[in-house]
């Protein structure tokens, strides 16, 4: 078992900064990769970063260039900085991990697979 518990979120204005950060406790070895999702009110949850084990990481268009996936060489803590930050950032982040290769290599698709959960921080971006 995983337990995620994020923090980090808050109000900025436009053109601010935040860093969320997810803290990761129980059997770490286990998971091959872990994410960052979000969901804004009346939209579907979407992939924004995800880092696997290896350290290679991968980005969603739409934070690519503004967005840093990472983590900490023990695991423990997995981070998202976001800078540039724009109002149709506004959300639920959530952080995620799973230990499939295959959910991992196709995380955007199968985010409802990601098999442990944190329960999210609210980020808010004001123009």
């Known amino acids: 078992q995983v337990q995620l518990v994020e923090s980090g979120g808050g109000s900025v204005q436009a053109g601010g900064s935040l860093r969320l950060s997810c803290a990761a406790y129980?059997?770490?070895?286990?998971?091959?990769?872990w994410a960052w999702f979000r969901q804004a009110p009346g939209k579907e949850r979407e992939g924004v970063a995800v880092i696997e084990s290896d350290g290679s990481t991968s980005y969603a268009d739409s934070v690519k260039g503004r967005f840093t996936i990472s983590q900490d060489n023990d695991k423990n803590n997995l981070y998202l900085q976001m800078n540039s930050l724009k109002p149709e950032d506004t959300a639920m982040y959530y952080c995620a991990a799973d230990g499939s290769k295959s959910i991992c290599e196709w995380w955007q698709l199968l985010h409802s697979r990601f098999e442990y959960w944190g329960r999210g921080t609210q980020v808010t971006v004001s123009s």
């Open positions: 129980g059997y770490m070895y286990t998971v091959y990769c």
